[in-house]
């Protein structure tokens, strides 16, 4: 049962253009929706991370855009880099549950 | 500070064959996690750890085993390898759990023939 959705499986943006990941979920007791980054090879890293009592956290050129209604939260890369070529996986956390659930992962590429 | 350093990097084991996988901390962290990643599928978790002695089931923790004996060490046991058990195994730890922010290791890519 997966009880976060994330989409798109791969994107292919233009450097300086904005990158738009999605994700949703259904269990309304998630109270904590971290962005992870992972580059090839390597093990994913927190990127940032959002709770439901706001509805948007900016850090940098990344934003977490959140909607508590919808159950839905997304990821913006603003200005997207080379650099920024990654898989990149939404997660959640139920209060009280000492562990994440993660989406299903987006291959994100930017192209010169 | 070494984070969390996974052995082997790489693993090729027939089909029957047991082997450990070792995950080691040095930031002092309580929580520790087990993951599997497969293609298009995501981390899945096998086991977790919120402290020394304590083990608990994650998603998909058939044919896997864990101990936590010390806070630094979390191995995780492969017994009978099969096939479907071809995956990249990523150990994570956290100070306090998820809200804390996880450090991963840098995986294991192991492969069953």
């Known amino acids: 049962q997966q009880q976060v959705k994330q989409s798109p499986q791969s994107l292919i943006v233009q450097k300086g253009g904005i990158s738009i990941i999605n994700c949703a979920y259904e269990?309304?007791?998630?109270?904590?929706f971290p962005w992870y980054q992972q580059f090839p090879g390597k093990g994913p890293a927190l990127l940032i991370a959002i709770r439901p009592d706001v509805s948007e956290k900016k850090e940098g050129r990344f934003t977490i855009s959140f909607n508590k209604s919808a159950k839905q939260f997304s990821l913006h890369i603003m200005d997207s880099q080379p650099g920024d070529s990654a898989t990149y996986f939404c997660a959640a956390q139920d209060f009280g549950n000492e562990k994440l659930t993660f989406g299903t992962g987006t291959r994100l590429t930017i192209i010169p | 500070n070494a984070g969390v350093t996974q052995t082997p990097k790489f693993r090729i084991l027939k089909i029957g064959q047991s082997m450990t996988l070792q995950c080691a901390q040095d930031m002092n962290h309580n929580y520790m996690y087990w993951y599997r990643q497969d293609p298009g599928m995501g981390l899945k978790l096998i086991y977790y750890?919120?402290?020394?002695?304590?083990?608990d089931k994650g998603e998909v923790p058939n044919g896997y085993n864990v101990s936590r004996s010390t806070t630094e060490d979390f191995p995780l046991r492969l017994e009978l390898a099969a096939p479907s058990q071809t995956s990249v195994y990523f150990c994570?730890?956290?100070?306090?759990?998820?809200?804390?922010?996880?450090?991963f290791g840098s995986g294991t890519r192991l492969t069953v023939v």
């Open positions: 750890s919120v402290g020394a002695g304590i083990t």
């Open positions: 994570a730890s956290s100070y306090r759990g998820p809200n804390y922010g996880y450090t």
């Open positions: 269990n309304t007791a998630f109270d904590y």
